[in-house]
């Protein structure tokens, strides 16, 4: 799953680059789907990540105000910054107590280290799968969702 991780990072900071192309307006625009615009749903990728690794940890949540982060360098400069925390659980647990009962704030049901970590990646590929929907509208080729080829880590 590590490799995983590693492939939604390395995709997301090819969005932020594609990003950096687009008005500001178009970065807030309101859209079907996701969490509203493309700077909210990248906003959103980075907070879920984040929220669940802090429940993984036992450490508290710190919920990310979308209204704090209106451009997409100080996007960028948040998920920098989560993720280099971030890192240091990747490579020391990922493979570690994978069975684990994690217990969510903000759900009654328990979750294994395992089951959180896949459904991360694949709440962030679903993200993907839209913000590539909106930068074709944009009149911009999406970033490639390919796996195979990526140096990873």
Request: aromatic share 10%; proline share 3%; charged share 25%.
């Amino acid at each position: 799953m590590k490799s995983l991780f590693l492939y939604n990072w390395q995709v997301r900071e090819e969005w932020f680059a594609l990003c950096e192309q687009l008005p500001c307006e178009e970065l807030l625009k309101h859209r079907t789907g996701g969490v509203g615009s493309i700077l909210a749903t990248l906003i959103h990728i980075i907070d879920v990540e984040y929220s669940w690794f802090c429940a993984i940890h036992d450490k508290e949540d710190r919920p990310i105000e979308a209204s704090s982060f209106q451009t997409i360098e100080a996007v960028k400069a948040l998920s920098d910054s989560l993720q280099s925390e971030l890192q240091s659980y990747l490579h020391d647990d990922m493979d570690r107590e994978s069975q684990h009962l994690v217990d969510v704030p903000w759900d009654n049901a328990m979750y294994s280290r395992s089951a959180i970590y896949a459904h991360l990646i694949a709440h962030e590929i679903h993200h993907i799968g839209q913000l590539s929907v909106w930068a074709r509208e944009a009149q911009l080729e999406p970033v490639s969702a390919g796996f195979v080829g990526r140096k990873l880590g």
